[in-house]
């Protein structure tokens, strides 16, 4: 032991100073508060039934009614027990706070590529900063989106294994692959590993020019074998979890549509183009790698009272204060997406470094570091460079199911900060002679500095501050102040505040890249020690890093964690009114928020609402095509058993009414009448106007199912819910002749069984999003089940696979250990 902490006094000394900085970053975190993080809270109203039929029965449902009408809770939640992922999350969560837990999480995960790619520790931790403080790994946390923080911070132990292999340690190198992508898998955000894989790919193939040139195929096949028995094993442990999602995510807005129209894929499956590039990078926007606010910042960056516009409004005898708020609301961000948290920046020392690491590097990974840089930073400009962007979108796999491209820009906070770090290392070990290494980092200086000397002095020189909205706002303030001069002179102080924003930042830069090329000139001429410099370079790295990422996550958003629950999750008077209601499955639509991007509702009631990425794609088309506008379809609301509606008051504003629509069909009800249709379009057309409660439609794929088309409505029959689980419904009926039942439970034919009296029955569709059986008349018990094999089989897989895997690093560490002997 006293060994083994001696050879790792120096790995233990950093991961201390990791743990130090990360909460010297986050105070309010170890003092107990929290971020209101949006997406999380949103998340977690998703999940409340969910967790309150675990706590009733012991284990957690496999479908949840609470959005949507009703959708497989393991696309909200799910435990994955028999994964071992589930427990070293578990275990690492319980360590630390959150976010502190996350921070660390890419400090660690870079600080082993770094010493993996033959890094000293001193300046891999340097290169871990690098990469950890990049801006979007803050903001990222600041948004709620935490399985996408921990997918990128997997992102650095996942290279670190392929690379390992690559370079002849076979064994451990496919263990730390083999675990670093079980994780990414199981942290659940299938989009970061597809970026992940994209560039792993660009890596195998330089790998393999380089085992060719050097003739090395047999080590390179070697390492091959390695990686594949790695993400066989990875995927495996994740079979629960991959297998339920890609059959799902073809049934979801990610698979194929039912009803094609313009401008979407109607043979393939994927997203609407035009919906997947909405978050694309500007091309210009990407100066922002270098110079935070050369396009404003993000959309919540807002102007103080020293602005041009405070200025000119009390110039015109606007109050200083009123002045004040109304310059808040106007919006910086003057770049082409709908709104972003703020920008993609790398750090200026940073992009110094990965500019010389061009010139200077000559480390194997150089060409792969510089062409996978090049591939992210194309793709994600999205529809702004659609000669890349559409020819993966139209036939590269899998790629047309992801949206907001610019997310791909995630990787190349990972490899920027790599090639910087090599830069620095070429430095360090002096195998550049002194002449080539001022000449070269003069030619860094010229195009990193120059960037921001032409920002700094001449800002409108490429850049005109006005952006694709400008028009559209000119004329919104015209119409508001009814004073179109104003609104111009407005508008042109507005710009003036963004040239100001980028000329302070694009100076500000310009300080840390000149700084950053004096120290490699005094490092190369030996006037700085080399641990000396590498210290400095932690430190201006870390000045000029922090300081930007608190501008977007600080400790100001902390706050008391009773006061985020109270504030978002307030139950009101109407939720208490209706909660009265004992029936455990009616509906509620709230049209006091955006119903169908909001999960509030979802805490206390069943929602025909929610928020979440992934619908299924006929719950998404019952929308677009019968919410549509201002209208409301009350025959479809009917068929969803939505017995209450939620609306503010009569002019719009002040409290929340409750109305009880007493035509809400129930749970399940018998009709007089199927009708056949002979396509999706058709049976959608048939929605538009019809009464549930007697006319059922039914596509022509289901009318073998069918005992006759005219049932009749049975007289005196009744049907009725006398078990409720999400997963498990039981009804009874007494019908005196046969009938179709109609069921308000949204259908989805992966998993969902139904039987009568035990044995097992087919379920029809109807209406275009329910389920419906062709009973029997009699008095009979009805029973739906959840259970898709996709999910249970998977199971049983990740146990074996879990099993499988901690057996293979006890015999890689078992065999490391023999051969050091």
Known sequence: MKNWLRNNAIHLAIIGIFIAITFVYFPAAWQGKQLPQTDVLQAGAGQTEIFEVQKKYGDAPLWTNSMFGGMPSYQVWMPVDKNIGTYIIRAYKMLFPHPIEVVLLYLLGAYMLFVVIGIKPQLAAVGAI????????????EAGHINKAYAIGLMAPTLAGMILSFRGKYIIGAVILAFAIMMEIRVNHVQMAYYLFLVALVLVGVEFYRAIREKKLIGFGKAIGYQAVAVVLAVAVNASLLWPTYEYSRESIRGQANLPKENTQSADYGLNRSYAYEWSQGVGESLSFLIPNVYGGGSSTHLDGDSHIVK????????????TEMAYGIPVYW?????????????????????????????SLKWWLIIATGLVVL????????????LFFDYFPLYNKFRAVESILSVAMVLVPMLAILAVHEITDQKINNKELTRKSLYALYITGGLCLIVWLFPDMFLDFKGSHYQAM?????KQLGDSRIASEIMGALVNDRISLAKFDAFRSLLFVVASFGLVRLMSLKTVKTSTGVILFGAIMIIDMWSVNKRYLNDNLFIDKNHIERQFVQEREVDRLILTDKDPNYRVFDLTINPFSDARTSVFHKSIGGYHAAKLMRYQELLEHQFGGDSLNNGVLDMLNTRYLITKGGDGKGNETVHKRPTATGDAWFVEKATIVDSNKEEMDALNSFDPHKEAFIHKE??????AKNFGQPLNSSINLTFYRPDNLIYEYNASADGLAVFSEIWYDKGWKAYLDGKE??????NYVLRALSLPSGQHTVEFKFEPMSYHLGETISLIASVGLLAFAVFAF????????
């Open 130 to 141: 690098a990469f950890a403080f990049s801006s979007y790994n803050f903001i990222y946390i």
């Open 312 to 323: 000119l409004l009390t110039s015109k005898g606007v109050p200083t204060q009123q002045a």
């Open 335 to 363: 770049g082409d997406k709908p709104f972003t948290s703020g920008p993609w920046y790398f750090g200026a020392v940073v992009i110094y470094l990965f500019v010389l690491g061009i010139f200077v590097v000559r480390n």
């Open 379 to 390: 793709l994600s400009f999205g529809k702004h460079f659609p000669i890349v962007s559409d």
């Open 474 to 478: 000119l004329d919104g303030y015209a």
């Open 702 to 707: 289901f009318e073998p199912l069918l005992k």
């Open 761 to 766: 029955l087919p379920i029809l569709r109807a």
């Open 814 to 821: 078992w065999f490391r250990k023999r051969n050091r002997e």
